[in-house]
């Protein structure tokens, strides 16, 4: 195994100020702080820890609680203590308690984590309580840890959200309480597994280390041997070390405290019982108790401290319990130094902890690769929750993209959006409501059916909140205050509007800096329609029969016509109903052996409708591709080798071969008008599992719509459904998954990077998360399939890449969750449907990413259609973009955001990874000042990637101030490496 | 139904000083105050209260927490919070948090009650924090009600232990917080019916109120329509009104909060959600369904106050839980007075509840009778644990009269008796054992087996302590510090000493206040003994062959002679094994017709070996009287009428007709050599049930030493053990039993003397209590039986009387105990062997208390055995009294024990009540100076009966100063008049 050395310097980031000394670097200063001025000196951050002992086992107890941003209640159950019939716990009490408790004795420490609970606390104190907790604050007695909105996931959430959700909670900890609010230590002590992109994000965002709490059981066994739970994780291949370097550390019980030592109220240890008069006096057992445990454990970890996590989910809601057992043990325990006992013990936290180590100046083992798949035990794989609930992933990603409209239409609307025609819209219900769902029991699937249902509630009131803003924006952008309407359920296919009206336009919004083409379909009852752009063109539409079978709603036909958006902007197209036009285009069974356009060539077998072939016309490469549908039987528990069934968190097939749920295909082909803008074959592989394969006119990728559901159980097994990929392409058994929607890892079966794997479970051990992407490639051929939500994926056969797209499950997987992910509801009381769609294109390895960076990031950030009826008003501006040019290939805009009233936060983006393009793996430089086409840009500022600090005082532990290597040839010219995300604070005013 | 006005005064109890000044009117004025001196005005009692508003509805909510000393779990696993996976509780933290959340709110209000665990917790507070907590009682917002050690048991406690546990938790409180700590109100929301005696004590301990929560449902029923949840309770037919009267309150909802306003962490209702921002805001709820509970409860109370008690077992925990909610609650309720709303909630006691009662001036029900049986339901009667744990409830009992005897000891042996010979004596762990025995889940039966262990175990503890106190005492006493051996397992004929020893002395301490006489019967292996008085004079003795199958031990034979004591003193009797003698009597299969000494005559069935008949030969009365054992058949649940159990609480037989054990008896005499000592008739009756008829030379009362078990339970059949006596007398269905030990109720067979019965359990539903005795009469006859433990009986048929003397049950009873009365153990894995004995006398009426009244004082002071081996030292002095002279027949001296290092306590009783006796019934005088024998009486002053207020001082609501009424004509001398107890604090010196 490679080594680094870990390069801590002597600098205590500690108390750094956040100073505006150093920004007189930038020609136009950003004059306000990030957070409030301090008024008195403190001492919080690494100056606050307690002594050690430096001849002696130190034993760091950390205080701390888990509390989940929902599981099995919503947030605002669990914050406020409500439905405590399902699970006990109310975080308002737990920040009630700690902080009477710590008020009670200087010694003690506690870290908070969610800024989803602390700031919903927070806005009910008083203000002397506000200033007792700052105080506490700024003595490092409370300190925060990781400190964004929630805890989020790690297999599937996507980057996007994930930095926003970390800024909203770091932005809030540091308007409130300054430097001393910031946490130093990234802690992901409960996700089910660990992206190499999280920590690249967690070491942009300027933490000093992580702690997390899962990894694989075989994993931790080597690691336990070799000493090596804490490591220097390098989790990027891009970005110049030590850009994504982080000091990762293992903790030693997952998060939980040693056996016999919870003191919470939920649980039953033994309580201290040192009263001499009273029965069972049990100081000298726990004490020892204590000695044993501590030694035990400093022989798996390399310095002379250790660490102990004293909490677990919702524990502190009565501190006391924990303190007043926490202190007794520390006197006792300390109390035997007297009698020669080498045990330390001492209230800490993360951070001091991991102050401690970085004095060790040890060289710890270097991991590159990732914590996936994560298993438990042998037959324990938490590989099911890469697609639990695959609505609501969809849901998800489909609300980020609206999220991040709505932001940038915040910002080129200016103050009229949040004001306007329309009411008061605003974005930050919609902020929260994502922040909130990037949890790991959020859109990890693995919550209760009625905390999903919330879930989806909050991100449907946030949508709400912004669909004002939206509106408002586009009147003050467009001149027109004429009504916007919503066709949120265009994906089944329905629009009350555009199925009703005879003349309507919709507006196509693309959030990308750069423009798009893309069809628009949408329901309708008339056969004829004509269709013109902004500039008045006619445009070629198609109206084709409805599939009806497999949608909602009351429209009998489809119109389709393509449209273009220019970049950060708008275009408008006029729809009218025709009197006349010829027919619509109906289904005819069969397929056709071949459907074509300028760039692919798709082949279909004559007896059994599936696909058999895929070309790349331009590249003239062809290989052979099978397509079909599976299912796995669930493992219901009743089984020799183990009784884990499949459930929320865990897939777990009854058997390695999967069921085919046909061999053949029913086909229908849509005869259309015109074959250069789409071509569609319809495939019946069941009542419950049907695809459409469409092929646009100037698309180079091959678009599968597969609807999935009511996954069938009458037949009492639980199912859990797949699509295979069945190519000609020699992949050696290696296969390639994104993380986070970023960089891409190799994967290979059975087989880690790190240990000598035993396989216990040939196709769950074999799964990995596919966020964004998937690819198999050999010298020649790359098939990558692009995906519109998170899902789960392997390559168990040579040549050959699943997908995981629907489960069905009839037994709890005994997680805690404690419901069979079965997502019946009154609405869908025959259990849900699911339609996605898988995007695929070939090309040769080279030049893939070219085709697929852009590609997956036109279905993270789609175009938004809003539709007004009837006519517009003449002087209705149609066309708009935002920027003055669209941006290089390499740049993807991530973040347009209003800051507060004066400035917003721009997140610019390298999208390519040093060695996946040639053309496009560069370096690129854009000038901020010549971005917008609206916006006058007043000044700049560079901030660190959550926003939470000036990137110039971004100093972790012993870099050097490596980011005046970047250093930018002009103040207004930035440059972009691969991977490079840069932040910047705007002033700006609209022209 | 009588009513009677309760005379409130206006004079607010709630200040009252503990000053020294009225106590010149004695002659002779102890200087020391009971408490310590208040160093600021306090505003604590009744003048905190928060005010009311005249024109509404008043809710008080009283905030509280109900702490078992010891149920499911011991006392102190109980106040750490140890076992937390039986029962979570933990009063440590409950008396942490509650002092917390008063902090935080002035208004706040808090009753606490179990002084066993206050005082466990004050003792490890820091000075700074007792003096915070001095400071909340000083304004009243943490008032102790109740504050005796624990809340005791009603039906099976004796008044002796009841006073002393009374006494001992309110001088803690007295003597650390004053007049303010002192409680106002008696408190006894959870016992399980309700005693007169109690009443009547708590009335002459000063309390001006007493609240429960426990009553038979149809007895609710009633009151509830009628109005009279609240009464005055007017506890003795003795005692003047009002000494004995006191007002009595209902509460609403047993003691718990209203359904869905339950806050405690342990409960699950909804928190109040008052963040509009948040989900699921509550407050309009929450609030309407206040006001409809509060203006329905006020619809069966007479006053526009009502009271609600916010808390329940063990809560309070994490008291900040129901402050919270509770504050938002009375925040947002009274906010509707502003819309018209005429509810006004608010923060109070049972003492300012009480106050608002008073100040209605209202006439309330009057009641003289008892609550007992208590049923919670048609085919629920607590009636079970009258007689449940049988074994505890004597040892209880037991160690009852052993502590009375070691704190005479102590007193009349002075300083010697704490630090002697013998090591360090005290009486203080004892004295706390008892006062833990009294808890109304203890001496009651209905604690987990591991919990009844427990108390045993504590009570063993004190003894032990007790033993070196007595040995110091009676060293000092006698001259000679030979050591003192302790037999305590007598009742199961087994003593080391007795059994080895050639040569030893015995003797006999009586702490009664005038002379016995009893039998003694040792263990011994000789077969002829000399036995001699302190005199030196020879004493008749009688060996006979030892009953083995039902007796544990070596020894082959028993040895017994009468011996004398004097009032509390000793008499020294000296044994030795003689070479020859008279064989041994032995047992001879049969019973004669007839055994009769002087007094009795009482015949045997020749045919079943049953009692027939028995004769007081004094007044030549005789009744047919039969007695034999029986079970019933305990009901499993299983039945049509009802699925409850019978178990530790409830009785619930199966049948109406108890199975006859055997309806013929095996019998046996001992032929003796002396028959005017002891005749002695064994019956056998099944290998479990057997019996012992004796009768003593010198006795009027008729010994039935009964021994049952284990009760076999092969045939899956629960058992609850009876003996019944089946007599000539003519009861009409009427039978009486005596309350606490004292006063004596009126039983009639399906009746109840306040309401309409309708009997549904025609056996459970008629049993009552037997605390000392019961009896049956008719005009001519009475058959008293006197107890040696509480026991439950009743009077089912006519001339009939059943005792309950053992149960062993199958099922629990699902009221929380979760364990089957089974009484298994390690050392009794075949359960559990009673042993006891029921003493009969047959008087005429108007007699009868002459003898029982006596009878049963000497079973329950019954003389302490010490032995000491070999011979004693020629100056040992053989015979003691501590009094000058033996006190009249009608006077009990109840207590005699150290205060403080000057002073002792001294609580005289006139035994008898008013109309029991034509001798006896009348006042009787004594004089407190020529009392002792070895000391000098300096001073002394009345204190009312808990010991924690000057007499003259105890003024509750509206007595005009009664007691001057019964100002004694000299100050030594004191008159007591029927069923007094008179308590003096004497300032004593040895002679």
Redesign the interface.
């Known amino acids: 195994m490679i080594r680094a050395s870990f390069f801590f310097s002597n600098m205590a980031a500690g108390a750094l100020q956040l100073a505006v000394a150093l920004l007189s670097l930038f020609s136009a200063v950003l004059s306000f702080p990030l957070g409030p001025e301090t008024k008195h000196t403190t001492t919080c951050g690494y100056e606050s820890c307690h002594a050690t002992k430096p001849n002696m086992l130190n034993v760091h107890l950390v205080p701390h609680t888990h509390d989940d941003v929902g599981w099995l209640k ?1 947030v ?2 669990y ?7 399902i699970q ?1 716990a ?1 975080v ?2 737990i920040l ?2 700690v902080v ?1 408790q710590l008020l009670k004795n200087p010694d003690r420490r506690f870290i908070y984590v969610e800024t989803a609970f602390f700031y ?1 606390w927070w806005k ?1 104190q008083s203000s002397s309580a506000q200033q007792t907790v700052k105080q506490l604050v700024n003595e490092g007695r409370l300190e925060f840890v990781n400190g964004g909105w929630c805890m989020s996931d790690e297999a599937t959430t996507h980057y996007s959200a994930v930095i926003d959700q970390m800024t909203i909670g770091l932005r809030f900890l540091n308007e409130t309480f300054g430097a001393c609010g910031r946490p130093r230590v990234a802690w992901h002590i409960d996700p089910f597994g660990h992206a190499r992109e999280h920590a690249s994000m967690f070491a942009q965002m300027g933490y000093d280390g992580f702690f997390f709490g899962r990894l694989d059981y075989q994993d931790r066994m080597h690691r336990m041997v070799q000493k090596e739970q804490e490591l220097l994780w390098r989790a990027s291949d891009s970005l110049t070390p030590p850009t994504a370097d982080l000091f990762t550390g293992i903790l030693p019980n997952g998060y939980n405290p040693p056996e016999g030592f919870c003191w919470d ?1 939920s ?2 240890d ?2 201290i ?1 040192d ?1 001499p008069d ?3 006096y049990n100081v000298d057992d726990v004490v020892m108790r204590f000695l044993t445990i501590a030694n035990s454990q400093a022989t798996v970890y390399k310095t002379n401290h250790i660490i102990m996590t004293m909490g677990s989910d919702f524990q502190y ?2 501190a ?2 924990w303190y ?1 057992n926490l202190d007794k043990l520390i006197h006792y325990v300390n109390a035997q130094q007297a009698n020669g006992s080498k045990v330390n013990v001492l209230y800490s936290t993360p951070s001091c902890y991991l102050q401690e180590l970085h004095r060790a100046n040890l060289t710890w083992a270097l991991k590159t690769d990732d914590f996936f798949p994560y298993a438990d035990s042998a037959h324990d794989f938490w590989t099911g929750y890469f697609t639990s609930r695959p609505a609501l992933k969809r849901y998800e990603r489909i609300s980020n993209s609206n999220l991040q409209t709505c932001n940038q239409l915040e910002v080129l609307g200016g103050p009229a959006s949040r004001q306007g025609p329309f009411g008061e819209g605003e974005s930050q219900t919609m902020k929260k409501a994502m922040a909130v769902a990037q949890h790991h029991d959020a859109v990890s699937g693995t919550e209760k059916q009625h905390v999903a249902n ?1 879930y989806a509630r909050r991100l449907a009131n946030g949508w709400q909140r912004c669909q004002v803003l939206v509106s408002n924006s586009l009147a003050a952008l467009s001149g027109s205050s004429a009504k916007r309407i919503y066709c949120d359920n265009l994906n089944i296919s329905v629009c009350p509007l555009t199925e009703s009206s005879k003349k309507f336009s919709v507006s196509v919004y693309n959030p990308l800096a750069r423009p798009v083409t893309r069809p628009v379909r949408l329901p309708v009852n008339g056969t004829a329609y004509a269709v013109s752009d902004a500039n008045g063109k006619a445009v070629d539409c198609q109206v084709s029969t409805r599939e009806v079978r497999r949608n909602r709603g009351f429209a009998v036909n489809e119109l389709v016509f393509q449209v273009q958006a220019p970049p950060l902007g708008y275009s408008t197209y006029s729809v009218s109903l025709r009197q006349a036009g010829p027919r619509p285009a109906s289904a005819q069974p069969g397929a056709p052996t071949v459907i074509q356009n300028k760039f692919l060539r798709v082949t279909f077998d004559p007896d059994t409708g599936l696909l058999s072939s895929l070309s790349n016309l331009e590249t003239k490469q062809s290989i052979k591709l099978t397509q079909n549908f599976y299912w796995y039987n669930a493992s219901d528990g009743n089984n020799l080798e183990s009784n884990q069934p499949s459930g929320a968190y865990i897939f777990r097939p009854n058997s390695s071969t999967p069921f085919v749920i046909s061999r053949t295909a029913k086909t229908e082909t849509i005869q259309v008008q015109f074959p250069h803008m789409v071509q569609e074959v319809r495939q019946w592989f069941a009542p419950w599992v049907s695809q459409v394969v469409r092929l646009h006119g100037d698309s180079r990728a091959l678009e599968l719509e597969w609807t999935v559901g009511p996954l069938p159980i009458d037949d009492g097994l639980g199912k859990e459904v797949i699509t295979r990929l069945d190519t000609s392409i020699k992949t050696s058994e290696i296969f390639y998954t994104d993380s986070n929607g970023r960089e891409v890892l190799q994967r290979k079966k059975d087989f880690r990077p790190t240990w000598n794997l035993m396989q216990s479970e040939p196709i769950a051990g074999n799964y990995y998360p596919i966020n964004s992407r998937a690819f198999i490639k050999d010298d020649v051929d790359q098939l990558t399939v692009v995906t519109d939500r998170s899902q789960g994926g392997g390559s168990i056969h040579n040549g050959s890449l699943e997908i995981m797209l629907h489960r069905r499950l009839l037994y709890d997987d005994v997680r805690g969750v404690a419901e069979p992910l079965n997502e019946t509801s009154n609405i869908f009381p025959e259990g849900l449907v699911v339609r996605g769609r898988l995007l695929l294109s070939l090309d040769p390895p080279s030049v893939a990413a070219d085709a697929h960076r852009p590609l997956a990031q036109e279905v993270v950030m789609q175009p938004l259609l809003t539709f007004t009826n009837g006519d517009l008003s003449p002087n209705t501006r149609l066309e708009f973009s935002g920027l003055q040019a669209a941006l290089p290939p390499a740049v993807h805009l991530l973040t347009l955001t209003q800051w507060d009233k004066d400035s917003v936060l721009l997140r610019l983006e390298h999208q390519f990874q040093s060695w996946e393009s040639k053309v496009n793996s560069q370096p690129v430089t854009v000038n901020l000042q010549k971005l917008f086409s609206t916006l006058d840009v007043l000044g700049m500022s560079e901030l660190n990637l959550s926003a939470n600090q000036w990137k110039d005082e971004m100093m972790r532990f012993k870099e050097k101030p490596l980011l005046k290597t970047f250093q930018d040839p002009s103040t207004w010219e930035v440059t972009l490496r691969p991977m490079e995300i840069r932040t910047f604070l705007l002033r700006v005013s609209l022209r």
């Not at 914050?79 to 019939?85: A, I, K, M």
């Open positions: 919503t605002d159950q914050f406020y203590g409500d439905r405590n019939d006990h109310g308002q009490y009630d308690s009477d919903r009910r109220q649980c039953d033994p309580p019982r009263d009273l029965e069972d809601e009565n006391n319990l007043k919330d």
